[in-house]
């Protein structure tokens, strides 16, 4: 941090993340100001400055073109409390009454800029996976069309006809070639069989080094699928709750490759101070991992369910996909706070749909589920090495 003196008229604050708040202490402030000169230096320094003005300080209507040329120089956010301040329509930035939100708005835009750019070549399979699952969401798609756009590709039609015999879609008779593949699956297990190549080719190529993470994911995916098997019994739907369980901290796996310092920074505050660690990373990157799921799902075009996962499964949002989600929460919460030792949400409200016995309590369904989840746990093996 920077002190203020009659030479530098100003205080500069670190941060973090490449953003600096600078903070006037002259009352009136015009186009030749030092402030004015200082911020032009710092906009080719920094990737995100935030200028705050204190209710004593206002602007003159010259240093409006001066502030425009920053802006396109950096990513510049004001904070004032009152119009009078500034004299002129702020129309190329963000203005903000308190500075927490002017740095948690540069922070999000930057994190989630950087995460799009570093995986914007997600996989291998990249052009004829994500093309056909584009594909599948058109509504008069035919099996002989997604045929002709896999045949052409080995290597995806060995991996669709390696994950349709797992053991988690194999329940009858092995798959030898992609046409029982494709009938067998159907156009929504063949979509959930490239949701998985997808994040697998993800796991291999970004997060090799995340194998925790990618072990909870897998473990959550178990888990919220024997949960909801105690309800349903249709295939299709516990294959989206595999896929949503297996992808539901793709966000965080995303914020740890692109970030490594600064998360395994978050991940020991949420340790140490026993807080969410959606909160701590809200307070380091200005955003969570769950915004930063839902954006690259949408990136990817990966199925709304999965969006929806990504971006709800901390809290007990309602929204359209709530049977694939819901088993997901509640695994999830499980985990944080049994393997964790994080603080989990308070997942009870949720409990009493996957109870098995009748008339009972929140907090008895809640306990139900725990003892269930503690029991399940013996059966899950991770795929990963
Ligand atoms: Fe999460
Ligand atoms: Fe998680």
Redesign the pocket.
């Known amino acids: 941090m920077t002190t203020s003196s009659a030479a530098f008229p100003f205080i500069v604050k670190d941060c973090g993340l490449n953003v600096v708040e600078f903070i006037n202490v002259d009352p009136v402030i015009d186009g030749s100001h030092k402030a004015i000169g200082a911020l032009n230096i710092l906009s080719r320094k920094f990737k995100g400055i935030v200028f705050t003005l204190p209710q004593e300080c206002s602007l003159t209507a010259d240093v409006e073109p001066q502030l425009k040329q920053i802006s396109e120089k950096t990513s510049l956010r004001l904070v004032f409390q009152n119009t009078s301040q500034v004299p002129f329509a702020i129309d190329f930035t963000e203005a903000f009454c308190h500075t927490e939100d002017a740095v948690a708005s540069i922070k999000s835009s930057l994190v989630i800029a950087r995460v799009i750019k570093d995986f914007a070549d997600v996989t291998p399979f990249r052009t004829s996976a994500l093309n056909i699952l584009d594909l599948l969401k058109q509504p008069d798609i035919s099996f002989d069309k997604i045929q002709k756009g896999i045949i052409d590709e080995p290597l995806l039609v060995a991996r669709i006809l390696q994950v349709a015999n797992s053991a988690f879609y194999m329940r009858r008779n092995p798959v030898d070639n992609i046409e029982n593949a494709l009938a067998y699956l159907g156009l929504e297990g063949i979509r959930q069989v490239l949701v998985q190549l997808i994040f697998q080719s993800l796991a291999t190529k970004y997060f090799a080094h995340q194998k925790d993470k990618l072990v909870h994911g897998e473990c959550c995916a178990h888990l919220a699928v024997k949960l909801a098997e105690r309800k349903t019994k249709d295939l299709m739907t516990l294959g989206k709750i595999r896929v949503a369980g297996l992808l539901?901290?793709v966000?965080?796996l995303a914020l740890q490759f692109c970030y490594q310092d600064e998360y395994t920074r978050t991940m020991n505050e949420a340790l140490t101070q026993k807080t969410s660690?959606?909160e701590v990373e809200r307070s380091i990157f200005g955003t969570d991992?769950?915004q930063v799921?839902a954006r690259l799902s949408s990136e990817w075009k990966l199925p709304d369910y999965v969006k929806t996962c990504a971006s709800d499964?901390?809290s007990i949002a309602s929204s359209q996909f709530d049977k694939i989600v819901r088993p997901v929460i509640c695994a999830?919460a499980f985990l944080?706070t049994a393997i964790d030792k994080l603080p989990g949400l308070d997942f009870s409200p949720l409990a009493r749909e996957f109870s098995i016995t009748p008339n009972i309590s929140d907090n008895e369904a809640r306990m139900e589920l725990l003892a269930f989840f503690t029991e399940t746990m013996k059966s899950f093996t991770p795929e990963q090495g």
Do not use: E, S
């Open positions: 539901h901290d966000g965080a660690i959606i991992h769950c799921g499964h901390h999830n944080n």
